[in-house]
């Protein structure tokens, strides 16, 4: 959780520090040029892989999501964005053939990176985000000091989100984000097919 501390700390300090404009620049509260979006929360996730030898295996459990997006204007309120976003939550509960246990001293991390685009919608400053990548998927087991990784897959990023300008450039803000993953397993459980999806509250804090 450290992570989030430090975003948490940084948007704080951005809403505390950003001098506010006094006149109506080139770029005063429009989307247009370098865009740089950091967003971090929390939320719920979910994974599961079916047909393996002991039958369905369902991971699930809460964490801290984030995406990283950096891209630049294509048109006005439209930006062409490159985006890193994923999951990982702790000692998830998981359930095999009906019955349930907790996975304790693991660490189960889901991320991709791919392109995507953002679409703002003024003046109310709300946007909607998507993007897809490539996808990957670890478990760090603490107890054994081992960490076991997946194959490729492809993910999906979706953001919807509200933001309310601090300076000329910089707005802070909250979104709702869904996430959904394809992965091929190699070494986590077996070698099948691993689906995965969450659902977060972020904080996000973006230049442009």
Do not use: C
Not at 12 to 36: I, V
Not at 64 to 69: G, I
Not at 71 to 93: M, R, W
């Amino acid at each position: 959780m450290k992570i989030l501390t430090v975003v948490s700390g940084f948007l704080a300090f951005m809403l505390a520090a950003a001098p506010m404009a006094s006149a109506k620049d080139n770029g005063y509260h429009t989307h247009d040029g370098f865009m740089l979006r950091l967003s971090a929360g929390l939320g719920g996730a979910s994974a599961t892989e079916k047909g393996t030898s002991m039958g369905d295996v369902t991971v699930s459990g809460g964490g801290m999501v984030q995406s990283f997006a950096i891209g630049a204007a294509v048109a006005e309120n439209l930006i062409l964005n490159a985006d890193i976003f994923g999951v990982q939550f702790s000692d998830p509960d998981v359930e095999v053939g009906g019955s349930t246990s907790t996975a304790s001293n693991t660490t189960w991390t889901y991320g991709a990176m791919g392109p995507g685009l953002t679409y703002y919608v003024m003046p109310m400053n709300l946007y909607i985000a998507g993007s897809v990548g490539f996808a990957v998927a670890q478990m760090k087991d603490d107890d054994a000091d081992d960490t076991l990784s997946s194959d490729g897959g492809w993910g999906m990023n979706l953001m919807v989100g509200k933001e309310w300008w601090v300076s000329t450039n910089w707005g802070l803000g909250v979104a709702g984000q869904i996430m959904y993953m394809s992965i091929k397993d190699k070494e986590i459980m077996e070698k099948e097919n691993m689906t995965f999806a969450s659902f977060g509250v972020l904080f996000t804090a973006t230049y442009n």
